[in-house]
C-alpha cells in the first residue's frame, strides 16, 4: 500500500499510539470485544488513526479526552487559567486537526463515532456502539 501520510501526519500518528493504551480507551476496548466485535487498532493508514477500526462495518471509533480534543460544554475541558494563550492554541490546532481528520474519513466512506472520556461509564454506551455499527 502507498504510504500517503506526510511526515507530520506519521509522526503524530506515532504519538498517538505512543500515548494511547490509556485507561478509557482500554475501557471501551474491552466493552466492545465483550460484544463480540473484533477489531483492529490505530490504523496508520487512515487519518487520525483512529483508536478502534471495523472494518466490515466500514467504520471507525474514536477515543478523545475531554480536555485534550476541547469536548463542548464539558466541565473537563476548561482552558487552564495560566499560559491561557498557549492552551487556547494547542487546543485549539486539536480541534482543527480532529474536524479535518474525519471529514478525510467521511470523505473515503467510514462512519465515524467519537466516544467521550466522560461518558465511558454511562450505561447506555453498549447499545450507542451497537446502534452506530449497525446503522449505515
Ligand atoms: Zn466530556
Known amino acids: ?36 466485535y473484533r477489531y483492529r487498532l490505530h490504523r496508520r493508514d487512515l487519518p487520525g488513526c483512529p483508536d478502534l477500526v471495523f472494518p466490515r462495518f466500514r467504520k471507525v471509533l474514536f477515543v478523545h479526552g475531554c480536555f485534550w480534543h476541547s469536548h463542548p460544554g464539558c466541565k473537563r475541558a476548561t482552558v487552564p487559567k495560566s499560559n491561557k494563550d498557549y492552551w487556547y492554541l494547542k487546543l485549539e490546532n486539536n480541534r482543527i486537526r480532529d474536524d479535518a481528520n474525519q471529514i478525510a474519513l467521511l470523505s473515503q466512506g467510514w462512519g465515524v463515532m467519537v466516544i467521550w472520556e466522560c461518558e465511558i461509564k454511562n450505561s447506555y454506551l453498549a447499545e450507542k456502539i451497537r446502534q452506530f455499527l449497525h446503522t449505515d
Open 1 to 36: 500500500m502507498a504510504d500517503t501520510l506526510t511526515a507530520a501526519e506519521r509522526s503524530e500518528c506515532m504519538r498517538r499510539i505512543r500515548g494511547k493504551n490509556t485507561k478509557p480507551e482500554m475501557i471501551v476496548r474491552r466493552l466492545v470485544f465483550s460484544m463480540g
